[in-house]
């Protein structure tokens, strides 16, 4: 008996935990990858791959120009290309840029990790 009333306790501490934790994040309706809420400021180390350097190139078209850009100003790698819909591993790098494009191919969001 205390070990099932112990159990409930640690169980809904945790699932109170993780709706903090989903209510802090928003997620891209294309991806389901949580990006950063617009206008929140990202602290330093949220910004490791440089996507804050970036962030005038939201709203561009895709095409080898930008790419080529978005690598000299970060550093030229990790850089990971994210379109609608494809599969990404959830593997959290800090120094990775995600770009993810949107359905009209254009930069929606960038992000760490």
């Known amino acids: ?20 934790c989903h209510e802090d994040a928003t997620r891209d309706a294309n991806t ?7 206008g929140s400021a990202p602290s330093d180390q949220s910004d490791a791959c ?3 350097r970036l962030a005038d190139l939201i709203g561009q078209p895709d095409s080898p ?21 494809e599969a ?3 593997d959290f790098v800090p120094g990775r840029l995600n770009v993810i494009f949107g359905q009209d191919n254009h930069v929606r969001t960038l992000r760490c990790g």
Request: charged share 15%.
């Open 65 to 85: 120009a930008l790419r080529q850009n978005m690598r000299q100003r970060v550093g030229l790698e990790p850089i990971r290309w994210i379109r609608p819909g």
């Open 32 to 38: 389901g990858i949580a990006v950063a809420s617009p």
């Open 88 to 90: 990404v591993t959830q």
């Open 50 to 52: 440089g996507a804050n």
């Open 1 to 20: 008996m205390h070990r099932i009333v112990a159990s409930a306790v640690v169980l809904t501490s945790l699932s109170g935990g993780m709706a903090a």
